[in-house]
């Protein structure tokens, strides 16, 4: 029954919003409702939304070939405050995985690309 309260208020929400603003709804309602079955933790959705409070200005980047310095330290920052995320600056930075992270960053379609092993089972959607 929820399900169906659930689409058919998206059904006619969606009736009055304009094309572009669909997607931006869509996307609220379905990490709202993953936030309240906690397939999203607070930490990931925190970091979504303000990334990380530390200043990792310090941190050499050691990926320069694929990384911008902004890039690097926002690397940082989820390795701080996600799990799921731990030692991702030593993946870039390894050069058995760069060719991965390159292919992954260079792509129009980075959704469809592997990642490094570890981070596909260790990841979730969000």
């Given at each position: 029954?929820?399900?169906d309260v659930t689409k058919a208020?998206?059904?006619v929400i969606c009736r009055g919003l304009f094309e572009k603003d669909k997607l931006l709804y869509s996307f609220?309602?379905?990490?709202s409702i993953q936030r309240?079955?906690?397939?999203?933790t607070p930490d990931e959705w925190n970091t979504?939304?303000?990334?990380?409070?530390?200043d990792f200005k310090d941190k050499e980047n050691k990926a320069?070939?694929?990384l911008s310095d902004e890039k690097w330290l926002?690397?940082?920052?989820?390795?701080?405050?996600?799990?799921?995320f731990k030692d991702i600056t030593a993946s870039c930075a390894d050069t058995a995985d760069q060719p991965t992270w390159r292919e992954y960053m260079e792509s129009e379609n980075p959704e469809k690309c592997n990642l490094p092993a570890i981070y596909e089972d260790r990841l979730n959607n969000f």
């Open positions: 029954m929820i399900e208020f998206y059904v609220l309602n379905t990490s309240r079955s906690g397939a999203i979504f939304l303000r990334g990380s409070a530390s320069k070939d694929i926002g690397l940082w920052g989820l390795e701080e405050c996600c799990p799921a």
